[in-house]
């Protein structure tokens, strides 16, 4: 398929039908915050590099993709993902795109606060300062001043090494 510069591919919220191999252009994609913001996710110009591969796992977009350039892809539908070689170390790869990709909206699209509400709330075991502060791309000195707070409103527990969740609840409300 040919795409003209600027031409969208899918828009976020899509159907996913399927998804695309670059073969030659760019690819930009994309995704709209909830507070309106656009966040660029990736510029795709290396010929292989698939478009929408969360399509194997998903049934809609998570984000848009427009040609910046020229482009050209070659589309694999949905009813043609069985025939694919190695079926099941692409939907291997695509989950773990997804989380990188959830990680990259949460570092660049969250504010401090949520970044670490949502993180305590995911985690399935107690995180260490230095554990919570690299995994929400924030200084330790910034993580520390951002936890006082939920200590002071009694959400959790530190005791300057270990976090613990006391209210959930609340936490899950501050997002």
Known sequence: MRFRKGETIFEQGDPAFGFYC???GVV???RRMRNGRCQILALLREPGFLVGIEALGAERRDYTATALAESRLFFIAREDFG???GLELLNALVQLLRVMEQRLIDTLGRGARERLARLLLAQPCALTLQELAGLSGLSVKHTCRVLKRFEQREWICHDGRIV??????AL???L
């Open 83 to 85: 025939r694919l070689p």
């Open 172 to 174: 899950e409300s501050s």
């Open 28 to 30: 930009k994609l994309w």
């Open 164 to 169: 613990e969740i006391r209210e959930p609840q």
């Open 22 to 24: 670059l073969c030659t």
